[in-house]
């Protein structure tokens, strides 16, 4: 995935993303085509503040995302492996 400031700015990172079918997210202004990006976000480009809040909103979510995709990986690694315990006091 490919996160974009200013898509007008960074066109050869959008046109390659696109060629290469990586999926773009970018901060769309009223001057810029929506259609070139798979994840268009409305917002102003060229305020800091916006560009601050915007990104920090994305990277909480991805955040979010990573640990609740460890914690059920976790979850299927521990629901397959054998309990240790059933086999402590066995005789073959």
Avoid: C, H
């Amino acid at each position: 995935m490919l996160v974009v400031i200013d898509t007008l700015r960074e066109q050869n990172a959008v046109n390659e993303a696109r060629r290469l079918g990586i999926p773009v997210v970018a901060i769309v202004d009223t001057n810029a085509d929506p259609e070139l990006v798979d994840y268009p976000i409305a917002g102003n480009d060229d305020a800091i503040r916006a560009i601050r809040v915007i990104l920090q909103k994305l990277v909480d979510a991805i955040v979010s995302a990573s640990s609740e995709a460890r914690v059920r990986e976790q979850w299927k690694w521990q629901a397959y492996r054998p309990d240790a315990s059933r086999f402590s006091g066995s005789t073959l």
